[in-house]
């Protein structure tokens, strides 16, 4: 029906894997907009200035105005299958403990950061709801929300943080 929220399930599933190699994106930080995609090590803001927001920036054009925000693609497994899911911003954070932006600047100190937090996900328990794309375009159900199972749970950035100590 024309208007319903998309169709929600919530299961138990276990982590099978991660998706290391991009773990974020970058949005504008006023609209949030996705911005267009730029080498990583550009700190250069003009390659990452919101068409729709540039003209706000118009009297400051060296200030920042983009940020970064999770976008995860992680196997999980039911007791029924296994399938790709995305994990998106306010989910991820549940898992992470930190934003984007700060585990990316973690993660240029400790260049095997994202490929550890992969490693360190594999496995868990979840209880995560899912639900059907809102673009008719996407190829997987997105995690609405999470909840980690484990009672000793702890978020990947505090394992990173003692692990790189």
């Not at 982590?15 to 609209?31: G, I, K, P």
């Not at 250069?44 to 920036?57: A, M, P, Q, W």
């Amino acid at each position: 029906m024309e208007g319903d929220k998309p169709l929600t399930v919530t299961l138990m599933c276990t982590v099978v894997a991660v998706d290391h190699t991009q773990l974020c994106y970058r949005v504008c930080s006023r609209c949030e907009k996705t911005l267009p995609q730029t080498h990583e090590n550009n700190t250069s803001s003009s390659s990452s200035v919101c068409k729709y927001c540039n003209f706000n920036n118009a009297f400051n054009p060296l200030s920042s105005n983009s940020k970064r925000l999770f976008r995860i693609l992680m196997s999980i497994a039911s007791d029924t299958k296994v399938f790709v899911v995305v994990m998106f911003d306010r989910a991820a954070r549940v898992l992470f403990g930190c934003s984007a932006d700060e585990f990316f600047d973690f993660a240029k100190i400790h260049p095997f950061a994202a490929e550890n937090a992969a490693k360190a996900l594999e496995g868990e328990m979840l209880r995560v709801t899912l639900s059907e794309p809102k673009n008719g375009n996407a190829q997987h159900q997105r995690v609405v929300s999470v909840v980690p199972l484990r009672s000793g749970f702890r978020p990947v950035i505090e394992i990173l943080r003692e692990l790189y100590a």
